[in-house]
């Protein structure tokens, strides 16, 4: 299975973007059985957990600095994962990945995860 990672680009401080995390190939509807995350690397510093999502889309959990901006939502019958990013700042400046889990539950250890995708930039001007 592979992940596309899509809907970063440029947005001022304080605006919203949503990002989408699609899955493809032969078993992309494996994935509606995994937890899914986003992770986020900024230039300079290390990976970085965001947010995560069980299988069933029934428990979330986010980093505490995007808690209550950013939302992870999925939906199982099209293979894809959302992240919907609101009143973003500069520190929200990051390349953004999206992974799948090897299990069922979502977890904000990054080494729980088997798939990654590409990443899709995201830049918050001020």
């Known amino acids: 299975v592979q992940l596309q990672a899509s809907g970063g680009g440029l947005v001022q401080t304080g605006g919203s973007l949503r990002l989408s995390c699609a899955a493809s190939?032969?078993?992309?509807?494996?994935?509606?059985?995994?937890?899914m995350g986003w992770f986020r690397q900024s230039p300079g510093k290390e990976r970085e957990f965001v947010a995560t999502?069980?299988?069933?889309?029934?428990?979330?959990s986010y980093a505490p600095s995007v808690k209550g901006r950013f939302t992870i939502s999925r939906d199982n019958t099209n293979n894809v994962v959302y992240l919907q990013m609101n009143s973003l700042n500069v520190e929200d400046t990051a390349v953004y990945y999206c992974?799948?889990?090897?299990?069922?539950?979502?977890?904000?250890?990054?080494?729980?995860?088997?798939?990654w995708g590409q990443g899709t930039q995201v830049t918050v001007s001020s």
């Open positions: 992974a799948a889990s090897r299990y069922a539950s979502g977890s904000s250890q990054a080494d729980r995860y088997a798939t």
């Open positions: 190939g032969r078993y992309a509807r494996t994935i509606s059985n995994n937890g």
């Open positions: 999502m069980d299988w069933r889309g029934s428990s979330t």
